[in-house]
């Protein structure tokens, strides 16, 4: 069976996304070009370590890597004496060398803030090193598809407009559908 070589997996976790993913990093490159995909991306929560590997493996296997993470993002300010809520993904893609130095920017901020929480990045970190980004929304549980949910549409749209002016043409809505008996209907919100 061939996959339509226009289909190009953008969200692909692999063994290095604990408890997310369980593809080997050393079969995903064989695996996407066995059903004729031009390219594949790898983007692990909050770490890069396959990217070597990954990027390698797949230039063999004459599939193009894309190299991304899963960062997770602290998208609201807790209140005085309130615990923070946790933090929400986004899908970031390197366009070039440039987006690739600035997801390693990136992910070291996640881990360097030192002040307990769990790793995430900002708003600004995101603005200071957007260049060579491409930006996924998160789908239904990144920060938008969550405030949608929650019924608070216009801080969705607030972040929507901010993402927007951080990643100017360079920002896609996650889409999902399930359709039929059994769906998820908080997706359609």
Known sequence: MSIDPRFIHLRVHTEYSLLEGAIPVKKLPGLAASMD?????????????????????????????IIGCQVDLGYVVAEPGKRAEDPAPLVLLAQNETGYLNLMKL????????????????????????????????????????????????????????????????LYIELQRHPGEGGLPEAEK
Do not use: W
């Open 37 to 65: 995909m031009p390219a594949v991306a790898v983007t692990d929560t909050n770490n890069m370590f396959c990217a070597l590997e990954f990027s390698e493996g797949a230039a063999k296997a004459g599939v193009q890597p």
């Open 107 to 170: 992910n070291s901020c996640a881990y360097l803030r030192g002040d307990g929480q769990l790793p995430q990045v900002t708003f600004d970190e995101l603005a200071q090193h957007h260049a060579g980004l491409i930006c996924l929304s998160g789908g239904p549980d990144g920060p938008i598809g969550r405030l949608l949910r929650q019924g608070q549409r216009a801080k969705a749209e607030a972040i929507v407009d901010q993402l927007a002016a951080t990643y100017p043409d360079r």
